[in-house]
């Protein structure tokens, strides 16, 4: 069987022209079918309607991408290819990528159902950057010469795992796509990439560009194909060496799981959040809101850092819940290729159901849905943004990661209310804090237990910051100069000077 072709025209006031490229696994630098003959199909989630069919891959295709994959490692790849060179590759494909960075924006859009515009101001000016500047590091990764004594040289080298399997989620399809091949390809390691099936068309249109930019043949791999046969592959191969997954933290519990259970391979694990936005009674409120916003119903609330939580302290509760509620009823719900549109819909009907057994669990737990909390529309996956007030701790939709635009405002008093509240969840991605008071902003980033925090912003990252998470929210950490010790091995070299026994 041949492999699968998607061809779209798009007609639109963002983004005209048509697109056509394949679909099939990339395994060699080559595009083909999988070893079942069998197809997945990519649907709108503005219409629920299939736009495409991707080749389906399974452990057998990914035996075989792990096995070109070594080959690469060891004849193309690794230490056959000097630092600058991989450098230089890096930078050609952030050039290609920018170069067709509106037609990835219009993709993006199309099968994840994210706002043209967010998708190329956002989504498109990370990956790019993200891939430069993992290109300026390629030939700055080294070890140390470390004093013993004179008859010792010792020295360190950070060597390439070698094979890393990396899993991509659906958020942010092109964006994670970059974050995990930058600081991979840089360090000198061969990748099996798989992308989530709900949204795959961003990462093949990569592989035609990854062919372009002079890549040798196998140096990434991409499986297009489900998380319980293909994802489960990666994650329990005996032939990977590494795997980086980001995704729900119920997924990142089975991930490592299949490592433990294989070859112990090193995991890094980016997953869930419930993230505290803290809002205090010296905020700047008109500031506040907009950032809260932000933080809550951009990419329509599917974001592992949104802020959910926002708690709001209780001189300044009526006035903030005031305006937030304008705010959120400002959004404009639309066609993701118009200009002036916000949210789109969920990415899958899998999705909207999810977020839908939330709201309607809040409701049947007592907490008062302020705004929203319905179905936006009748076609595709649309949901109103929701506002839920008084809450209780105890209630899923206080606890859990709900992944949509649904926000739980709560009342708190002081600091140590609010310090007890934000840090009493098992996850720890993110945080925020809103006041004019830039020392009690420092000292409560200081005691949240989040990997990231921000101070009077939201969803605010850069290429060479960290970002990662405590507790349940995962291991390591993307982006940055950190993002680099997720790839490599650290050798300790000793050689003899001169001691005799």
């Known amino acids: 069987m041949s492999t699968t072709t998607f061809s779209y025209e798009f007609d639109n006031e963002c983004f005209k022209g048509k697109v056509s490229f394949p679909t099939g696994i990339f395994i060699d630098g080559k595009f083909s079918a999988g070893s079942d003959n069998t197809t997945i199909p990519v649907l709108n989630p503005s219409s629920g309607k299939v736009i495409a069919s991707v080749a389906e891959g399974t452990a057998k295709d990914v035996d075989r991408a792990v096995q070109v994959a070594r080959r690469a490692f060891e004849t193309l790849w690794g230490f056959k290819v000097s630092a600058p060179e991989r450098g230089k590759l890096l930078n050609k494909l952030a050039d290609l990528v920018e170069k067709h960075s509106d037609e990835l924006a219009a993709l993006e859009a199309l099968d994840n159902g994210k706002t043209f515009g967010w998708a190329k101001a956002a989504d498109l000016d990370m990956s790019i950057s993200t891939i430069r500047y993992y290109a300026g590091w390629a030939d700055k990764i080294h070890g140390q010469v470390l004093e013993t004594n004179e008859d010792k040289l010792s020295y360190t080298r950070h060597e390439p795992f070698g094979v890393v399997g990396q899993i991509i989620p659906w958020n942010f399809p092109l964006l994670m796509m970059a974050w995990k091949l930058g ?161 789109g819909p969920q990415v899958s009907e899998v999705q909207f159901n999810r977020i839908m057994d939330y709201i309607n669990s809040g409701k049947e737990q007592g907490a008062t849905v ?64 809103f006041t004019k008071d830039v020392t009690r902003g420092i000292q409560l980033a200081h005691r949240l237990h989040a990997g990231t925090l921000w101070v009077n912003c939201y969803n605010v990252l850069f290429p060479n910051v960290p970002f990662g998470g405590y507790k349940q929210s995962g291991i390591g950490r993307e982006l940055g100069e950190y993002a680099l010790n997720n790839y490599t091995n650290v050798k300790a070299v000793h050689v003899n000077l001169g001691q005799v026994l």
């Open 183 to 343: 600081p991979a390809l840089a360090t000198g390691n061969c990748i099996v990439l798989k992308p989530s099936e709900f949204t795959p068309l961003t990462a093949l249109r990569m592989c035609s560009l990854i062919n372009e930019a002079g890549f040798p043949p196998g140096v990434v791999n991409v499986i297009t194909g489900y998380g319980n046969t293909a994802g489960q592959a990666i994650s329990g191969h005996m032939g990977i060496d590494k795997v980086a997954f980001t995704g729900s933290t119920l997924v990142g519990r089975k991930i490592m799981e299949a490592s433990a259970k294989s070859n112990l391979k090193n995991v890094t694990l980016e997953l869930g959040g419930k993230s505290p936005n803290i809002v205090f009674n010296d905020a700047d409120l008109e500031q506040a809101v907009n950032w809260a916003s932000h933080g809550i119903y951009w990419n329509h609330g599917q974001c592992c850092c949104a802020g959910s939580r926002i708690f709001v302290q209780s001189g300044a509760y009526d006035e903030f819940l005031r305006l937030f509620t304008a705010k959120s009823q400002s959004i404009k719900l639309g066609d993701p290729f118009v200009s002036d549109s916000y949210q």
């Open 370 to 433: 302020h705004l929203g909390g319905e179905q936006h529309g009748k076609d595709g996956y649309w949901i109103q943004p929701t506002i839920f007030t008084d809450t209780r701790p105890d209630m899923r939709i206080v606890k859990e990661e709900i992944f949509g635009p649904v926000a739980v405002l709560i009342k708190f008093e002081d600091e140590e209310d609010v310090i007890r509240q934000a840090n009493d969840t098992m996850y720890g991605l993110a945080a925020a804090v």
